[in-house]
């Protein structure tokens, strides 16, 4: 069965974000930045907090049930150094009849393997 990934990349959730989720590290931050919201999507709050930097993460994090999010779209990715990038996007959502939309431009950081959210400004 073809199960979309949320991030909407085309791919299956299984090839794309499901990878990550299960404990692959991310290439780049901008797959991080896809798996992240596929959590949200998800409801995933711990790979969430994983894949936060422990400086900036929150102690406790809680979804709020009835937010759906229904989209994705990357903006810009761009590398800041050889191991920080930043990760524009637009994220549109929906709870009840209530519709709407979050732009962020994110930072990343490498750690090891993989990528880690710092944080990001809200437009």
Do not use: N
């Not at 969430?48 to 809680?62: H, V």
């Not at 989209?71 to 810009?76: N, S």
């Amino acid at each position: 069965m073809f199960e979309p990934c949320p991030c909407g990349s085309g791919k299956t959730y299984l090839a794309c974000c499901g990878r990550l989720h299960s404990g692959t590290p991310a290439r780049d931050a901008e797959e991080l930045m896809r798996s992240r919201y596929s959590a949200f999507a998800r409801g995933m709050t711990a790979y969430l907090q994983k894949s936060w930097a422990a400086e900036t993460r929150p102690l406790t994090l809680a979804l709020d049930p009835a937010q759906v999010w229904t989209g994705l779209e990357i903006e810009r990715h761009e590398a800041t150094g050889p191991d920080t990038a930043i990760v524009r996007f637009t994220a549109t959502w929906r709870s009840g009849a209530q519709t709407g939309r979050m732009t962020e431009t994110s930072r990343f950081r490498r750690e090891g393997a993989g990528w880690v959210y710092i944080d990001g400004m809200i437009d």
